[in-house]
């Protein structure tokens, strides 16, 4: 069982073991939100309910102007596994202006591509072949990016969210 770890401003910072939360709540660091008392965790002494959500005590900076690196796998994520031109299913990245015209290895100037429309294209831009991108390419943004293991805490967020009166 995984346990989503709130910053001390109640946005989602990491999700962790339920040994390392229990672990945070223990040492005074965090207090549980929520637990699964179904489940509970037994030491020698006493017994604990096992986390599901805490709040950090004190609240913990995430650096802003932290840059992801470049990566054909970071590309295909952002793109959400679609070619950037036809739309179809992805599996390559492509150079929007390519290398061989100067074009960088950066966030703004690489999409995803699937393999028949990269090799269309060769080493032309898109507007020389009449082509128009379906996105926009720029770096990726927000904590997903920045603290792994959050791409999965959505879900489980909403669960603990009290609703709307």
Request: glycine fraction near 6%; charged fraction near 20%; charge should be positive.
């Amino acid at each position: 069982m995984r346990t989503l770890v709130l910053n001390a401003g109640f946005e989602p910072l990491a999700v962790v073991s339920y040994k390392r939360a229990l672990l945070l709540v223990m040492n005074g660091k965090a207090t549980m939100i929520a637990a699964d008392s179904q489940h509970p965790v037994f030491g020698l002494s006493e017994s604990w309910d096992r986390p599901s959500v805490i709040l950090l005590t004190r609240y913990v900076r995430i650096p802003n102007n932290r840059l992801m690196p470049v990566s054909r796998r970071g590309v295909l994520r952002r793109d959400g596994q679609s070619c950037a031109y036809c739309g179809r299913s992805a599996n390559t990245i492509d150079h929007v202006l390519p290398r061989s015209r100067g074009g960088a290895d950066s966030w703004e100037n690489l999409v995803a591509c699937c393999l028949k429309c990269n090799n269309v294209k060769s080493n032309h831009t898109p507007s020389e072949m009449g082509w128009s991108l379906r996105i926009r390419p720029k770096a990726p943004h927000g904590t997903a990016w920045l603290v792994r293991g959050t791409e999965n805490a959505q879900p489980q967020w909403d669960d603990y969210l009290a609703p709307a009166a």
